[in-house]
């Protein structure tokens, strides 16, 4: 059992540590946060925008004079990622917007992590430097050759400490081997390779190789007009470098294994829930479709995200999930205008804790739920700044259909569906989430007493 974590989730009081980013006056569509992810250890939080920025946050160490106050998330390294590109043969802009980044674990003193728009996938260096060489022999202070017939004697040069800085450089392009929306990057547990999922196919990368690719999931049928679905996610096992994951537009899931055959077009596995005929809607299709597939750190689940709920899944049984946890089943009766306003299609993110006994996923108007998996509790909390003070411990939030409403409740109708949270992510040993509301980046963390 990680430390932290023995208590159950009803004891956790969270409580507000942080905000990034500004007030929403202002705020330009580049800004909104497209993709939150920690590193292995916890001590690094990335987040990429729709401008194709990258931002790494670094923890703070704690404080001797404050034990209670633990290190905080300050800014580390902020690098432009993707550029806007123009595809001339399709007449298509490609956006600039970070679906996607992986970290990699560390292997030295640099850090490693994959980030991808709709097409091409870079791999980027993140290092250090605090020294600089000086006393060149055939340049001069400024960098400007010297005269070689002014140069009389040989120096040794030194290095010199200087200012701290973290650069950031490209260090692999992945480019040219996606015709549809690059939707999911996973890094393979063997390090050496990583997968990029699009609409229709996925293709298996060597980190060094960066002109070839193997495809190794085809979905497109010879026929454009006989499709019925799309590839939404894709993700390794944790520990199986030959085994993954893929999930559709159809709320199917597929396992697949490597070893096989090359081309994993026929999967070990597939999980499906049937449908249940007295629900069966107008708008069944789309609310079944698949936004998220998580491995548990573990490997022995999978959950699962559509748009009303959580599934989680034993990769032993097939026919139905052996969790399902109800996100917002209050907004049954609004698909109506949800599909009016394009909310019906919002792809929303699901994220385990670390030792997996809890689940947290995000919905409107700054809601994000959790799940506890032992004692089936759930708790709504908000991401606002209304209740920014540090420390403050984050109240639970009720919504309320039809009826009389308590003081403490919200109503189904009076719901923000433009302030959503579809991007979280949770520290790998400690009760701390990151999540992204909107152009905001919040921090929460338990109450230590």
Known sequence: MIPGF??????????????????????????IISTVEFNHTGELLATGDKGGRVVIFQREQESKNQPHRRGEYNVYS????????????????????????RWLPQQNAAYFLLSTNDKTVKLWKVSERDKRPEGYNLKDEDG??????????????????????????PRRVFANAHTYHINSISVNSDYETYMSADDLRINLWNFEITNQSFNIVDIKPANMEELTEVITAAEFHPHHCNTFVYSSSKG????????????CDRHAKFFEEPEDPSNRSFFSEIISSISDVKFSHSGRYIMTRDYLTV???????????????????????????????????????????????????????????????????????????????????????????????????????????????????????????????????????????
């Open 6 to 31: 023995g208590h159950l989730m009803q004891d956790v009081l969270w409580c507000f540590s942080q905000v990034k980013g500004t007030i929403d006056i202002g705020v330009t569509e580049a800004d």
């Open 78 to 101: 902020t690098f432009q990622s993707h550029e806007p590109e123009f595809d001339y043969l399709k007449s298509l802009e490609i956006e600039e917007k970070i679906n996607k980044i």
């Open 144 to 169: 400007r050759l010297r005269d070689p017939s002014m140069i009389t004697m040989l120096r040794v040069p030194v290095l010199r400490p200087m200012d701290l800085m973290v650069e950031a450089t």
């Open 252 to 263: 199917t899931i597929r396992l697949c294994d490597m070893r096989t055959s090359a081309l």
């Open 311 to 449: 599934k989680v899944w034993d990769l032993n049984m097939e026919n139905r999930p052996i969790e399902t946890y109800q996100v917002h089943d209050y907004l049954r009766s609004k698909l109506c205008s949800l599909y009016e306003n394009d909310c019906i299609f919002d792809k929303f993110e699901c994220v385990w804790n670390g030792s997996d006994s809890v689940i947290m996923t995000g919905s409107y108007n700054n809601f994000f739920r959790m799940f506890d998996r032992n004692t089936k509790r759930d708790v709504t909390l908000e991401a606002s700044r209304e209740n920014s003070k540090p420390r403050a411990i984050l109240k639970p939030r009720k919504v309320c259909v039809g009826g009389k409403r308590r003081k403490d409740e919200i109503s189904v109708d009076s719901l923000d569906f433009s302030k959503k949270i579809l991007h979280t992510a949770w520290h790998p040993s400690e009760n701390i989430i990151a999540v992204a509301a909107t152009n905001n980046l919040y921090i929460f963390q338990d109450k230590v007493n």
